[in-house]
T-cell receptor, first 115, second 113 residues
Framework: GAVVSQHPSRVICKSGTSVKIECRSLDFQATTMFWYRQFPKKSLMLMATSNEGSKATYEQGVEKDKFLINHASLTLSTLTVTSAHPEDSSFYIC???????????FGNGTRLTVT | GNSVTQMEGPVTLSEEAFLTINCTYTATGYPSLFWYVQYPGEGLQLLLKATKADDKGSNKGFEATYRKETTSFHLEKGSVQVSDSAVYFCALREIQGAQKLVFGQGTRLTINP
């Protein structure tokens, strides 16, 4: 069935550096992808909606300049955490809808640790 | 705005016990409803869904019925297994705008042998 691949699964970086996370739809095209952040023992918070060929739509309170989203093709969206700080340490998950239905397909997530 | 409320966790049960995880929602119109499961260290997997009132979603022995009158979508399973230990998320899909998913806070379930 349809699969969303997210890479890397884990990353450790130093404070002040940038980290890029990729989200790919493997056997379907996704004009829209969603990026979520999950805090420990908390629910998923939608950060932004990635739109192929246009600017991402960010949720209130999410810094656009810190969390850069690029959706350059119908199968790839990237989230770049710029100038990372320890408080950015979290679990980031992407999701993509298949054929316009609800975002049923999730990546396995990326565990980011900023030291 | 739209929201989803789940019962507080964590929930700990013995194997073969009956499970209910409550979920209620607030939404404009009639959204689609979902249960997702997250196993340790993994992303989310769709467990079941219902797209209209009185629909029953089912999968792997789990069931949930879309109750419009009580705005609920409670998750049930008659006999849980150790392998069901995970975090369960109730969610709704907005019917307008970007049609994004809105999640409940998640319920951690632990099944003891």
């Amino acid at each position: 069935g349809a699969v969303v691949s997210q890479h890397p699964s884990r990353v450790i970086c130093k404070s002040g550096t940038s980290v890029k996370i990729e989200c790919r739809s493997l056997d379907f095209q996704a004009t829209t992808m969603f990026w979520y952040r999950q805090f420990p023992k908390k629910s998923l918070m939608l950060m932004a909606t990635s739109n192929e060929g246009s600017k991402a739509t960010y949720e209130q309170g999410v810094e656009k300049d810190k969390f850069l989203i690029n959706h350059a093709s119908l199968t790839l969206s990237t989230l770049t955490v710029t100038s990372a700080h320890p408080e950015d340490s979290s679990f980031y998950i992407c999701s993509a809808p298949d054929r316009g239905v609800a975002p049923l397909h999730f990546g396995n997530g990326t565990r980011l640790t900023v030291t | 705005g739209n929201s989803v409320t789940q019962m507080e966790g964590p929930v700990t049960l013995s194997e073969e016990a009956f499970l209910t995880i409550n979920c209620t929602y607030t939404a404009t119109g009639y959204p689609s409803l979902f249960w997702y499961v997250q196993y340790p260290g993994e992303g989310l997997q769709l467990l079941l869904k219902a797209t209209k009132a009185d629909d029953k979603g089912s999968n792997k022995g789990f069931e949930a019925t879309y109750r419009k009158e009580t705005t609920s979508f409670h998750l049930e399973k008659g006999s849980v297994q150790v392998s069901d230990s995970a975090v369960y998320f109730c969610a709704l899909r907005e019917i307008q705008g970007a049609q994004k998913l809105v999640f409940g806070q998640g319920t951690r379930l632990t099944i003891n042998p």
